[in-house]
């Protein structure tokens, strides 16, 4: 039953770019073979379709005020995560006058911003071959805010703030020490700073330390 309620989803959505209607048709099954050929994920339903586990987590919500001819106007800003426990990770920003928009506007962002994380056990104390870790120490950077993040071992848990803990489990690393630096109460730049040096696992060469 629920199967056919799901076939009839994707049906109803008609895809725009090529990519998106050959992941609808089923001659594309992983998003592995997007990437491998350069493409870019145009729609968030491609997302939707390839990775059926992918969970949402609501980051912050604030409030942005600004100054125009016909007075104050505000909207609001929501900040969101998207993960499948699997290595797949985005983070999206979206703003509008309404919160719920916002974080639909957010959601789909997050999700045109998926990426690859390369997962691994890159701590000496441990040395288990399991992707519980990071392969090796990554940093990453986001406006004035700074992330390093660093392997552990298997039973540590993730050590750092509340938002690296949240977006950390939302690609299936469970074990990992984290120190930020920076202006720390700036939310979309802590988040951005983690998804940046979560990318560098596939982008930065192992350098020992
Ligand atoms: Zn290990």
Request: net charge positive; proline share 4%.
């Amino acid at each position: 039953m629920s199967r056919t309620q799901d076939r009839t989803a994707e049906a109803g959505w008609t895809p725009k770019t090529k990519i998106g209607k050959l992941v609808q048709e089923g001659k594309i099954t992983s998003l592995e073979e997007i990437y491998m050929q350069g493409q870019k994920v145009l729609e968030p339903e491609i997302i939707d379709i390839l990775l059926p586990n992918l969970e949402q987590k609501v980051l912050g919500i604030g409030l942005v005020q600004k100054q125009t001819d016909a007075g104050e106007r505000s909207r609001f800003k929501a900040v969101v995560a998207v993960g499948d426990g699997q290595g797949y990770l985005g983070i999206g920003l979206g703003k509008a006058r309404q919160v719920r928009t916002a974080i639909s506007k957010a959601t789909a962002q997050a999700k045109l911003a998926v990426i690859p994380i390369r997962r691994g056990c890159g701590s000496w104390e441990c040395g288990c071959s399991l992707p519980h870790s990071l392969p090796f120490k990554v940093q990453g950077k986001c406006g004035s805010v700074r992330v390093e993040m660093h392997p552990g071992p298997r039973g540590l848990g993730l050590v750092g703030g509340e938002f690296v803990k949240i977006i950390l489990g939302l690609t299936g690393i469970r074990d990992c020490w984290t120190r930020t630096f920076g202006s720390t109460n700036t939310l979309t730049s802590i988040a951005y700073a983690i998804y940046d040096a979560l990318r560098n696992t596939y982008t930065m060469v192992n350098v020992a330390g």
